[in-house]
Nanobody, 115 residues
Framework: QVQLVESGGGLVQPGGSLRLSCAAS????????MNWYQQAPGKEREWVAG???????NYADGVKGRFTISRDNANNTVYLQMNSLEPEDTAVYYC?????????WGQGTQVTVSS
């Protein structure tokens, strides 16, 4: 059974940093694309960043230069380093992967950027 468990969210001041983690189980983690999404209050879930098994990365325009996705295949974990956080980054952050045509989501972790 595929499981994704996010952690690392919290309250941070504007300009601060957080690192989110997503631990995966039930899959051969190293062969799958991993993605991060955000869902702000009252808005639809939006893609933030993705990383291929070979290490290629891509980012939404709004986070380029501030967020960095990385993965540790030995520990089945994907990370999202978030720097220069802005109030607009306040959202629940989810990691996601697609296995055999089915999309899996974690439970999400709340990030609140506020002074």
């Amino acid at each position: 059974q595929v499981q994704l468990v996010e952690s690392g969210g919290g309250l941070v001041q504007p300009g601060g940093s957080l690192r989110l983690s997503c631990a995966a189980s039930g899959i051969s983690f190293r062969i799958y694309i991993m993605n991060w999404y955000q869902q702000a209050p009252g808005k639809e879930r939006e893609w933030v960043a993705g990383m291929t098994p070979s290490g290629l990365t891509n980012y939404a325009d709004g986070v380029k230069g501030r967020f960095t996705i990385s993965r540790d295949n030995a520990n089945n974990t994907v990370y999202l380093q978030m720097n220069s956080l802005e109030p607009e980054d306040t959202a629940v952050y989810y990691c996601s992967t697609r296995v055999n045509f089915k999309t899996y989501w974690g439970q999400g972790t709340q990030v609140t950027v506020s002074s």
